[in-house]
């Protein structure tokens, strides 16, 4: 496949969709989970929209993203980042509530103000809790590709696994769920060591 069928670019598409994905939802759920925990009148407002909408299946939610993204690149996007974001957004939200109380009545007691609070203290407190938590939805995100391809797509691995399942390609469909699941590994090792070599006080 790597050699006849140009699989390595089916690859790299992927990968690309899902660290767009990822970031995008990294970039948004961060912030908004720990504003979520750290103010009740945004907590009142969120919480029950980000509860609701992360029990609603993606896979159904597609057609309703084709028709509101068209068929190009970013209903694949939104599909990845609708089964990541809504999940990470809680686990931020749950991480900034494990903040050892007695931090934050620290720093109120030397004069800092809520937002440094939030950002100089919480943040950097929870900051070893968070790269864990992105680990692990990383790899929810890499269990969505299949479902973002296999729709209106002319490549990547989902699409690979899709066509070769067209064909009863049994042993090309195992090289692409294979493919995944290498790639999902070796990048859960990498930010495993990285969360290793930058939190060794913990």
């Given at each position: 496949m790597l050699i006849s069928q140009n699989f390595i670019e089916d690859i790299w598409i992927s990968v690309a969709r899902v660290w767009a994905a990822f970031l995008l939802s990294a970039v948004m759920a961060i912030p908004i989970g720990i504003w979520m925990s750290s103010y009740r009148i945004v907590g009142m407002l969120t919480e029950p929209i980000v509860d609701f909408i992360r029990y609603l299946p993606v896979p159904a939610l597609v057609p309703l993203l084709i028709i509101w993204f068209g068929i190009g690149e970013s209903s694949k996007i939104a599909v990845l980042w609708m089964g990541t974001f809504f999940q990470l957004v809680l686990l931020i939200g749950d991480d900034t509530k494990r903040v050892p109380p007695e931090f934050v009545e620290t720093g109120f007691t030397l004069g800092a103000k809520p937002r440094q609070i939030t950002w100089h203290i919480a943040y950097r407190s929870m900051l070893p809790n968070i790269v864990d938590n992105l680990r692990i939805t990383l790899g929810w995100c890499w269990t969505y590709i299949i479902i973002a391809e296999i729709v209106a797509a002319n490549a990547g691995i989902g699409h690979?696994?899709?066509?070769?399942?067209?064909?009863?390609?049994?042993?090309?469909?195992?090289?692409?769920?294979?493919?995944?699941?290498?790639?999902?590994?070796?990048?859960?090792?990498?930010?495993?060591?990285?969360?290793?070599?930058?939190?060794?006080?913990?």
């Open positions: 690979a696994i899709w066509a070769a399942r067209r064909f009863v390609k049994t042993p090309e469909v195992m090289a692409g769920i294979l493919t995944v699941g290498i790639i999902g590994l070796v990048t859960d090792q990498v930010i495993r060591l990285a969360h290793r070599r930058y939190f060794r006080y913990l």
